[in-house]
């Protein structure tokens, strides 16, 4: 079987193939003149095969459907493993689209059957039942409290920004056997609020600070800051899907972050715990 890499996720198809045994099929891509996205895939396919494509832009959705369309007839595994618009997953206000819905919308003409999809730590799972196809959320919690584990943290406290991501905090604290806590907001005044660990005391000790994804790095920046000033040692950020916007990374470590620890989602400088193993574990298992 062979394993087709897109643009945004070539390191992570090639960890997968590696430790599949598979080809990782030899493919091109580029962009005209006028900002049209081109693909080829050159390998010979057989009728199964497995796509991984990020999509943290526009393009990426646009080459995924372009890889999709050269595979059309075959039985897909295809593996998202940043599936972006995900936040949006709801219609907040009366006009908008939900453009989770649309994406997976677009994607499910080329998934014929014996399709699966695969996403991993996506940021809300109803997003998954807009596809057609049999589809799975891996967790790379674990590999993460694992990556956690090996930096000796002093009486480490795993805190999540909010109630949003507390079951993977609480996942992470398992993984470190450390207690754990989400931040509560107190509006302090129209412009300022004050963030705290609802229940813990982080004085004098290490905090991880546990998400889903960091993107402008805002709300971490923000929790770094407070958790600094209520006497936390050392604060470590880990997260799976590392997006990082803009100046990100420069607002995080002018906030004190000792480490940014996430995965090879997105393939970033701090992409250093691979989800290549969670996702040829998962093929391989629904092949069997
Ligand atoms: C939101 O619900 C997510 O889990 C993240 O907390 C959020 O997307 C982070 O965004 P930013 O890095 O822009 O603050």
Redesign the pocket.
């Known amino acids: 079987m062979v394993v087709i890499g897109g643009p945004s996720s070539q390191l992570l198809a090639g960890r997968v193939a590696a430790i599949l045994g598979e080809e990782l099929a030899m493919a091109d891509y580029k962009v005209f003149p006028d900002g049209e996205a081109y693909s080829q895939v050159a390998t010979a396919l057989g009728d199964e095969v497995t796509v991984i494509q990020s999509t943290p832009t526009d393009r990426d959705i646009i080459y995924l459907m372009q890889l999709l369309d050269i595979c059309q007839g075959k039985k897909i595994s295809l593996v998202i493993p940043y599936f972006g618009y995900a936040?949006q997953d709801k219609i907040f206000k009366s006009g908008e689209p939900m453009t989770a819905r649309a994406v997976a919308h677009a994607l499910n003409p080329f998934l014929g059957e014996g399709s699966r999809v695969y996403t991993i730590n996506i940021?809300a799972r109803t997003v998954l039942d807009h596809f057609k196809p049999w589809s799975q959320n891996l967790d790379a919690t674990l590999l993460l409290s694992q990556a956690l584990a090996r930096m000796d943290l002093m009486k480490p406290v795993v805190i999540s920004?909010?109630k949003?991501?507390v079951l993977m905090a609480q996942e992470a604290a398992k993984g470190l056997g450390a207690e754990c806590d989400y931040l509560q907001k107190t509006r302090l005044s129209g412009t300022e609020v004050s963030m705290a660990p609802k229940e813990i005391n982080v004085s004098g000790r290490d905090v991880v600070i546990v998400?889903?994804?960091?993107?402008?790095?805002?709300?971490?920046a923000t929790a770094i800051s407070m958790l600094k000033a209520q006497g936390a040692v050392m604060v470590f950020l880990a997260t799976v899907h590392p997006v990082l916007t803009g100046n990100?990374l420069i607002k995080l470590y002018r906030s004190g972050v000792e480490a940014v620890v996430a995965t090879d989602t997105l393939d970033k400088g701090v992409s250093t715990v691979s989800v290549a193993p969670l996702i040829a574990q998962a093929i391989r298992a629904n092949r069997a």
């Open positions: 936040r940021h920004p909010d949003g991501a998400d889903d994804m960091i993107a402008t790095g805002g709300t971490m990100a």
